[in-house]
């Protein structure tokens, strides 16, 4: 079964600076997506990257980027140029070939003015 | 706005009771799927239907039901409730065609219950 872990629950980064969240999955397949949602205090969920296990180049939506190691199992969010509306709720996510979406439990990030 | 709707957004309730949650998800998408947030648990997959029939289903319990309607909005039962099922409920759907499907979900804002 595909399992997906964030294991820092809390994070904390300034205004302005750059923020790394880690993220690592278990999987036996080979092409699978792989996802970075925001659940802002609004609570709804909201896609921020997507990145495509088949594809080698590192997803970039603007200030966010990911790093995908595929043979390490592992896909971090770096936040650059960190904003007060980044503070939210981020999880990372696994899909492949219409299963069900795996969620990991989340990490809190705050930033600080 | 990701364009799912549900309703109510948020509801209180006593244990033993029965609730109904509604879901209508973005136009032109044929798959509902139900996920249940809780605190200790996380996001936790119920169940997915596709087109009207039920396609996945996850960490549902006997006690919660759901279905997928002719006009594609959906519905999940709780029922009996207990304390533990004071949680956020979110509804989300996708394009959901077969080979197109590429996992991204829309969420709609989700419906919170609380069990007293």
């Known amino acids: 079964a595909q399992t997906v872990t964030q294991s820092q629950p809390e994070m904390s980064v300034q205004e302005a600076e750059t923020v790394t969240l880690s993220c690592t999955y278990d999987t036996s397949e080979s092409d699978y997506y792989l996802f970075w949602y925001k659940q802002p205090p609004s609570r709804q969920m909201i896609l921020v990257i997507r990145q495509e296990a088949y594809k080698q180049q590192n997803a970039t939506e603007n200030r966010f980027s990911v790093n995908f190691q595929k043979a390490a199992k592992s896909f971090s969010l770096k936040i650059s140029d960190s904003q007060l509306g980044d503070a939210a709720m981020y999880f990372c996510a696994y899909w492949w070939a219409n299963s069900k979406l795996t969620f990991g439990k989340g990490i809190t990030l705050s930033v600080r003015p | 706005d990701s364009g799912v709707t549900q309703t109510p957004k948020h509801l209180i309730t006593a244990t033993g009771q029965r609730v109904t949650l509604r879901c209508s998800p973005r136009?032109?998408?044929?798959?509902v799927y139900w996920y249940q947030q809780s605190l200790d648990q996380g996001l936790q997959f119920l169940i997915q239907y596709y087109n009207g029939e039920e396609r996945a289903k996850g960490n549902i319990l006997e006690r919660f039901s759901a279905q997928q309607f002719p006009d594609l909005h959906s519905e999940l039962n709780l029922s009996s409730l207990e304390l533990g099922d004071s949680a956020l409920y979110f509804c989300?759907?996708?394009?959901?065609?077969?080979?197109?499907?590429?996992?991204?979900?829309?969420f709609g804002e989700g419906s919170r219950l609380t069990v007293l």
């Open positions: 136009s032109g998408d044929l798959s």
């Open positions: 989300a759907s996708s394009v959901g065609l077969a080979g197109s499907n590429t996992g991204e979900l829309f």
